[in-house]
Each structure stands twice: as structure tokens, then as C-alpha cells.
């Protein structure tokens, strides 16, 4: 008997969430449990992710080009996204930081929140490794607009002139990502998936990111974390419509999930649906009174929407 398989437009459909909840439901299940079609899945989004990033990287005969278009994204790659009219706003949200002085602060203060709130996986053998990355996530939540899981702590320190919410990759970064990277393969679980991936994003590797991010949520698919660092990977390559596909999952899986709530105002931002912005903005201030999102929501709502 000759074992099925998912066909190219499948993977397609797939790998860029262009297909109905319950048709996703039924290839899902398939990959889960055919080694062949998981592989070949993590190769279409490998794909997929090097396409949208730059196009010329393929130098292939014209068929295979074509056939990797239609498997990276039929017909969109990222040169042809939409510019929204608040395209401008966003280039001098997401500019270089400008005060060295600033930086150094808000590092100071993301370490101490960091060891104040304890966001540290006590007892896990891989914490020598997720340490520096927790830290780096910290900085880029601090450092730019998106807040990632898991470092909501940190969201309330963040300053005007930083907008970039990435982290120079260093020896000690680039040794964790290297080493979960590695343990993931041998022991895949939620926490080294979280912290991986969210390593990957603060130091803006998004093929990588992206890869491991839809691999987790096929693994861990009740964890709403990586339904948001999923929608993460798409906000920074400004694939905004399925980024707020995923948040919006997210929430109706976790009501209360603060980053998606957060994150998803920053996507109706960058579409130029401002009202709908400052409306959930104000949800965020409304659900986390007194906490760190509450001040990042207002920090938004001042230096963005009213800037």
C-alpha cells in the first residue's frame, strides 16, 4: 500500500495559513504524524521565509523558481507588499536608537526587572542557555514596540528614542541559540521553544525564528505563546493580515494574554486603523491597571497615536 502525502499546494497552504481552521486541522494532524511530510513542511517554510526576505537568492532554473514562488507565497513576495499610509510613521517608530546614554539605561533596567521578576526556569537543565536569551528578549520588548511572551516585566521601560527592538547578536547569544538549537532537535518542548525562537527574533534572525515558530505550534498546539511569536515573525516582515490571524487566535484561546492584546494594536497601527489602535489600548490599560503593559499601552497611545 502506497503511503499519501501532502501535495506542494498543500504545504503551500499550509505554511502561510491560507486555508480554512478545519482544513488546517486535518493537514496538521498528518504532519504530525508522517516524518516525511513534517520534513518537508519545515522545508517549505524555509523557503517561504528566504523568498520573502529576498528573492534573489534563488538562482535555479525558471520551473524550480516558479514552483518555490507558489510554495513561498503565491503570488506576493515581499518586494510587492503594500505600503500603508502610515508607512512613514513606522520607519521613525522602528529608527535606530539615538541616545547611546538612553541605551545603556534601559539595559541596566531590563536586567534588574529581569531579576526581579523571576522570569528564569528554575530547575531546568537548559538554563544555563536560556539566561542570555531571556536577556535579550528583555531588551528588544524594552527596546522596540513588540513585547514578547514572557517579558512583559519588562514592557514598562522602554523609551521614545528606542524603536528598533532588536539586540546585537554577541559570543554568549549566538553560544545559547546555537545549543537550544541543537537541544530542540534531541528534546523538543515548550520551554526550549520559547525561548529559542524568542532569541531568534530579539536578535533578528526572522528565517530562523519563523521556522522553529511554526514547527512549535504544530508541536504544542494548545500553547497560545507561540501563536503569538508565530504572528511576531509575520508583524516583522510586515505580513500584517495573517499576523493579526494569529493574535486574534491567541486571544480566543487565552483572553487575557497581554502581549497578543498589546501586539495586536501595534498591527492595526501599521494598516492605519488608528481608532481601532487606541481602542485596544485602552483594553490593555483597562485589563493590566498598574502594571507594565498598562505603561507601555500609554507610552503608545502618547508618543505613537498622539505623537
Do not use: K
Not at 505554511?15 to 498528518?30: F, K, N, P, Q, V
Not at 517554510?45 to 526576505?53: F, G, P, S
Not at 542557555?129 to 514596540?145: I, K, M, R, V
Not at 533578528?204 to 504544542?220: I, M
Request: glycine share 6%; proline share 3%; hydrophobic share 45%.
Amino acid at each position: 500500500m502506497t503511503e499519501l502525502h501532502l501535495t506542494d499546494e498543500q504545504l503551500a497552504a499550509l505554511a502561510d495559513d491560507s486555508m480554512t481552521e478545519s482544513d488546517r486541522g486535518l493537514l496538521i494532524e498528518h504532519v504530525r504524524s508522517c516524518n516525511a511530510c513534517h520534513d518537508s513542511y519545515l522545508d517549505t517554510v524555509r523557503y517561504r521565509a528566504m523568498l520573502l526576505a529576498d528573492a534573489s537568492v534563488f538562482r535555479a532554473p525558471d520551473e524550480v523558481v516558479r514552483l518555490a514562488r507558489s510554495i513561498a507565497r503565491r503570488g506576493a513576495a515581499y518586494d510587492a507588499v503594500e505600503r500603508h499610509p502610515r508607512a512613514e510613521a513606522r520607519r521613525r517608530w522602528f529608527a535606530p536608537a539615538l541616545l547611546a546614554g538612553a541605551g545603556a539605561a534601559v539595559v541596566v533596567v531590563v536586567a534588574v526587572v529581569m531579576w526581579q521578576s523571576g522570569i528564569r526556569i528554575g530547575g531546568n537543565r537548559y538554563d544555563l542557555y536560556f539566561s542570555p536569551l531571556q536577556q535579550a528578549a528583555a531588551s528588544a520588548s524594552a527596546e522596540g514596540s513588540i513585547v514578547l511572551p514572557g517579558t512583559e516585566d519588562a514592557a514598562a521601560v522602554t523609551v521614545s528614542h528606542h524603536r528598533s527592538g532588536f539586540v546585537a547578536t554577541d559570543e554568549t547569544i549566538a553560544s545559547a541559540l546555537a545549543q537550544l538549537t541543537r537541544a530542540y532537535g534531541e528534546d523538543a518542548n515548550p520551554e526550549v521553544a520559547h525561548w529559542l525562537i524568542s532569541g531568534y527574533l530579539a536578535t533578528g534572525e526572522l528565517e530562523q525564528a519563523r521556522v522553529f515558530a511554526q514547527d512549535a505550534r504544530l508541536r504544542f498546539s494548545d500553547d497560545a505563546r507561540f501563536l503569538v511569536l508565530d504572528a511576531i515573525v509575520a508583524y516583522r516582515t510586515e505580513e500584517f493580515d495573517r499576523a493579526e490571524r494569529l493574535l486574534q487566535a491567541a486571544l480566543e484561546a487565552e483572553p487575557g494574554n497581554g502581549a497578543a492584546l498589546l501586539n495586536l494594536a501595534l498591527v492595526q497601527y501599521e494598516t492605519g486603523r488608528v481608532d481601532s489602535a487606541r481602542r485596544t489600548l485602552e483594553l490593555v490599560r483597562s485589563q493590566f491597571p498598574g502594571s507594565p503593559l498598562e505603561s507601555r499601552a500609554q507610552t503608545l497611545i502618547s508618543d505613537l497615536l498622539n505623537g
